[in-house]
């Protein structure tokens, strides 16, 4: 599952999370200063890697990389600036 996220420059990002727990975090449409966006994203990553884990017996490492994915696009950022959840695509 993807999630689409547009940064406040404008520019939209395509992401990766292994399970739809995502959209218990995140919702299409909605706005989110950076900080809750990726305490948000993070954590609803965690939840997915350790699903992957259950089933498999180790962590999903494409979720531990859009982790780092998330903090180098965040990087620059204002804290008080806000991304906006464009959409999931399964």
């Known amino acids: ?3 689409h996220v547009r940064w406040p420059d404008g520019v939209s990002h395509r992401f ?3 399970s739809t727990v995502i959209e ?8 989110y200063r950076i900080d809750d966006f990726l305490e948000r994203g993070k954590s609803a990553l965690g939840v997915a890697s350790d699903r ?3 089933i498999h017996g180790v962590p999903c490492g494409r979720a531990r990389a859009t982790v780092a ?3 180098r696009a965040a990087t620059g950022a204002a804290g008080d600036s806000t991304v906006v959840v464009e959409r999931f695509e399964r």
């Open 1 to 3: 599952m993807y999630f």
């Open 16 to 18: 990766y999370s292994p």
């Open 24 to 31: 218990d975090y995140l919702r299409p449409g909605s706005e």
């Open 52 to 54: 992957v884990a259950a």
């Open 69 to 71: 994915e998330l903090d």
